[in-house]
Each structure stands twice: as C-alpha cells, then as structure tokens.
C-alpha cells in the first residue's frame, strides 16, 4: 500500500485515520481539551474549523448521549452525535447544533447495483436504517431542547 498524505481531507480518505486534535483557541472548547480524538479526517477538519471560526463561541466532540431504540438490534442504544457547536448569529442570539459527519452515501437509502454482492446491499440498508434511527431520535432530542441537529456529508466539505 502506497504513502497516504494525512493532511489531506477528500471523500476518499474519510475513514483512513484517526488522532487527537490539538487545539489552537482552547478556551472555545466544551469538555476536556485533550481528549479529542477524531475518528476520520473529515471530523479532524470540522474540529479545525469550529475552533479556528470566530463566529463559533463554543464547540464540544461527542458531547451528548441520546438514547434511541434500534429495530435492527431490537433494543435501547445510544447514539453520540459528533458535535456541538454554538453559533453567534448576525442578529446576535446564539444558535446551538448538534452536528454528525457521515459520508452521503450512508445518509442515502442505498440501492442495490448490478455489481454489488447481497451482503455488501445488506450491510448498506442496515447502515441506513440504523443512521435513520439516530438521526430520528437526535432531531427529536435537539427540538425539545430548542437546538438544530444537521448530518454534514462531504458535500458540505468540500464545496
């Protein structure tokens, strides 16, 4: 396998690595400064991002529990969100999100093509339907909370 350049944050590296973010503005951050270990490059560069953009008061990684059920495991779980991230608006109020970085490719319900194996389709429509449970279960947690939850794909990353 040939030389991988961790610096470099594109589609194709999404789950290639994973380390500990050393914070430039600690003073931003909710939660231990140093146990922020990222688990692909595409959370490393939302963390980057969150505490390098002045318009972020505040940003926490894996911040919340928030217990969903799953059918797939027909059972009570908890789903641990990446983010959050406070937000001064341009009105001045503060917004809060709960952010999840996921590729889109998970966030869509996949369809089953010619080349693809039965269980390579069934792993994806688990993915999903697992992530549709999550996801359901946050925004519901977010609303009652007055907070917006928002799944970031590499269509948000890479614009």
Known sequence: MG???PDICSPTYHMAYKGNYKLINPSKYIGDPT???WKSLWERKVCRYLDLNENIIR???EPVKIP???HVHKKIKKYIPDFIVETKRK????ETTVLEVKPLSQSVKPQK????SKKSFLRE???Y???QAKWKQAKRFCDQQGWLFKVVTEKDLFK
Not at 113 to 116: E, L, P, V
């Open 129 to 131: 339907e697992v992530n």
């Open 3 to 5: 030389y991988r350049n």
């Open 113 to 116: 093509g010619k080349k693809q």
């Open 59 to 61: 940003w926490g990684y």
């Open 35 to 37: 146990s922020i270990n």
């Open 91 to 94: 009105d001045g109020s503060i």
């Open 68 to 70: 969903y059920f799953s």
């Open 125 to 127: 429509t688990i993915q």
